[in-house]
């Protein structure tokens, strides 16, 4: 972890907020070159605004002491993809270089921690960078333990806004995804390596998916959100240090084309919160559990 | 081969009548969203002396309109097409082409590229 940490801190100091700017803004806008011919699940037409929308019924759990689940009921999906420039709902990028088999990303993407903490975050309308509505986490206002620390009582566990690179890949049916990011923002000054695989299988009416993953945060992104301070502590005995540490997910979806429109969607999601979460004292669930069942409609 | 013969056939019956056809507007162009040109045609002719004439679409058998012993002419027309379109001014005794002009159809070209690979999609 040693070496990660150290190649992300690397990354950190390569990847200043001008650097990176500079390098979308200045790159060359040669088209790229790739395979595709029409619009797909894997090609996307450049210049066009894409809207789906799902609508069903689903949860997302949420881990901290006498907090709400976050029901999905309806979840939106914005995409643009321009010649290198792209936007998926908050993520914005700039394809760095591509081929048949691999992309090299620049981005910008929102952490997602804070979803957790705060009812107007705007992860809290976001799954996975997925747009979703009718979120309703609140923290309680009943004391976590022995009347003596209260979620309310917490410093605002504020948004932080990560830039970096993503490497993907597809290869005979396996997509893996790499995301190596900073965050630019100064909340917390964290780095944080997102790595998932999946592949699916099916027809051009039916398809399965299976995918997992690992993220890896740092202690100060750890301890941003998860640590309690002195101060908030009080008196209590509940001050935590949090260290940086590794959540994993595994995830199973199906969907089932109806006509061009409208497709069926279900999908479980199991996350194993690491232990660094799990030993602190304003989380007490050790994962978050996902599912989803609904229509989803292409405008 | 065939339709290269049929135009130099036709280009070679023009007559010595000079005639003229004016389209308005004679392009469409449709952007990656849209399938049909719905658009109303104002389709003029001038010829130098009175003939007897039709107005033709070419893939059309029977004439748009036709015209008794006039020097010039004109017609709206609605045309919904995904398809040019080729007006021809013909005279009514022999057929003889005396004028074509050419409504034309033209489609933005889309461009397509890799979407990114999100293996923890929601969607």
Redesign the interface.
Known sequence: MRTLKTALNSVQANIKPIALLSMLLLSPSK??S?D????S????????WEF?V?VGVGKRTNPLVDSDDIPLVV?P?VSY?G?RF?L?NLEL?Y?LT?SNHF?L?AILTPGRDSAYFLREDINNFF????LEFSNSIQPGDTPIDADTLDLDDLHKRRLAGLAGF?L???WAGL???LQLLQDITRVHKGQEARF???FSSGSQTQRFSA?A?LTWKSDAIMNYYYGVSLKEAGPSPLAYEASSGFTS?A?LGWQKKLSPRWRL?A?VQYEQLSQAMTDSPIVDENKVLQF?IGG?YHF | MTLLLSIQVDANALPPEKGSLQLTPKLCVLSRKETLCDSQIDIQWALEQPLLLCLFEKDIPSPLMCWQKQQQGQLQYQVNTDHSLTFQLRKQQDDTLLASEIYKVIREQAQYRQRRRKPWNFF
Do not use: K
């Open positions: 088209a790229l790739n595709c011919v029409d619009p699940e894997a090609c996307a037409t450049v210049g066009e789906q799902a979840v999906q993809y010649e792209f998926e990028g394809t591509e992309m990303n799954v996975d960078g997925v993503e993907s890949s597809d997509q893996w995804q998932a695989a999946g995918s993953g997910f995830r969607n999908s989803f989803l």
